[in-house]
């Protein structure tokens, strides 16, 4: 058994590594500190990459409502297959056609005491297209379907895991040259990076602007793909000497 002076000492010193536990967390929050009795400068870095969109994305929803699920499956089952032959018409690979989601609930008329009137079933159709005008070429083909809602497009690039990479790379760079500059200001040397933490990336993605005043004899719609910015962020732990 621990007398009551030792068992109160003790407890002081587990209280007093405590503290200087929270306090050296504590100080990596800040951006300029010590790691391991080293001097160090946290900076965080920036880095973008445009690009011009060379693909057009979008989804198209097929809707049916009859009286049974099952009804209502098979109806917007053939709508969705008239739609994926439609789209094969127009020259587009099957790995660029999704048609996955499929929901099925209930619909019930509450002016009625909440009776059942029938069964909506819905499905999308993802499509990825390298080709600007097939999506002019896309939408008249599948507006001759009955129940078809055409969701937003978007404009993105092939390229896009590639340029993500590339943006960080970037990020790294403007990192370095910032921690350069408050290691000169402070009158130190920039030593090696001893940690980096990846931010995450991002994109812009701009929306398809198409002009709706189409002709009726040819059925053209023009896109026109205004500039992609990709944009990575890193944060970076650099020794001072």
Known sequence: MLSKTKLTLYTCRRYILFSLMLFSAGACAGDAHQIDNRATVAVQGRGSIDVVPDEVAFSVTLEARAGTVGESYQLVERRTAKALALLREQGIPAQRLQAMQLSIHPVYDYKQGQRLIGHDARRNINITLDDFQQYARALDSLASIEKIRFNQARLQSSEY???????????????????????????????PVIQINEQGASHYQPRVQMDMMRSSAQGEASIAPGPMEIQGSVTAVFTLQ
């Open 161 to 191: 895991s590639t340029l993500q990479v590339h943006a960080l790379e970037a990020a790294f760079v403007d990192a370095r040259k910032k921690a350069d500059v408050l290691a000169v200001a402070s009158g130190r040397t920039l030593g």
